[in-house]
Antibody, heavy 119, light 110 residues
Framework: EVQLVESGGGLVQPGGSLRLSCAASGFTFSSYWMHWVRQAPGKGLVWVSRINSDGSSTSYADSVKGRFTISRDNAKNTLYLQMNSLRAEDTAVYYC????????????WGQGTLVTVSS | QSALTQPASVSGSPGQSITISCTGTSSDVGGYNYVSWYQHHPGKAPKLMIYDVSDRPSGVSNRFSGSKSGNTASLTISGLQAEDEADYYCSSYTTSSTLVFGTGTKVTVL
């Protein structure tokens, strides 16, 4: 069974940092591209970032470019999102999702982890 | 990277059909046949319902169908059921190699 479990969310002050993790199981993690998508309270889904299967290629939404870094450890079947210089508008539930390859849909998603940026 | 435009809400009675539109530009919806639709119940993981405009993943009811014309994609739910009540999002890859989601549509079963 495919499972994606996010962790690392919590309360952080503006300007602070947080690292999210997404533990994958039930499939060959190293063969899949991975995405981070977020949903602010009462708002819609917003794509944040993606990484290819071997970690050599990444892409970011303009709103997080230069502040967030996506990475992966295929030996540990884990995806990461390092979030720096956090702002109130980064408050959201963060989901990880897998896609078989470029231009393919995100076919499995985790349940999400909540990040709250507030003083 | 502007969000794709969806109606905020759509409603229908059990057994009826409803259609949700998703309007983008030639740089996303109109430029590729890589439109997907997701069903999202609050607090749960989003579920892929349609991909590549009109294909259904295994296990998704054939009551869900997708189409596209120009810069607008559509999701139709036929034979509406109470369990279909959820938020629905379209998504598309863009010419900038990024992914963009729609604004989301709340489906209410009357």
């Amino acid at each position: 069974e495919v499972q994606l479990v996010e962790s690392g969310g919590g309360l952080v002050q503006p300007g602070g940092s947080l690292r999210l993790s997404c533990a994958a199981s039930g499939f060959t993690f190293s063969s899949y591209w991975m995405h981070w998508v977020r949903q602010a309270p009462g708002k819609g889904l917003v794509w944040v970032s993606r990484i290819n299967s071997d970690g050599s290629s990444t892409s970011y939404a303009d709103s997080v470019k230069g502040r967030f870094t996506i990475s992966r450890d295929n030996a540990k079947n884990t995806l990461y999102l390092q979030m720096n210089s956090l702002r109130a508008e980064d408050t959201a539930v963060y989901y990880c999702a897998r896609a078989c390859c470029f231009y393919r849909p995100a076919d499995y998603w985790g349940q999400g982890t909540l990040v709250t940026v507030s003083s | 990277q502007s969000a794709l435009t969806q109606p905020a809400s759509v409603s229908g009675s059990p057994g009826q059909s409803i259609t949700i539109s998703c309007t983008g530009t030639s740089s996303d919806v109109g430029g590729y046949n890589y439109v997907s639709w997701y069903q999202h119940h609050p607090g749960k993981a989003p579920k892929l319902m349609i991909y590549d405009v009109s294909d259904r993943p295994s296990g998704v009811s054939n009551r869900f169908s997708g189409s596209k014309s120009g810069n607008t994609a559509s999701l139709t739910i036929s034979g509406l059921q109470a369990e279909d009540e959820a938020d629905y999002y379209c998504s598309s890859y863009t010419t900038s190699s990024t992914l963009v989601f729609g604004t989301g549509t709340k489906v209410t079963v009357l």
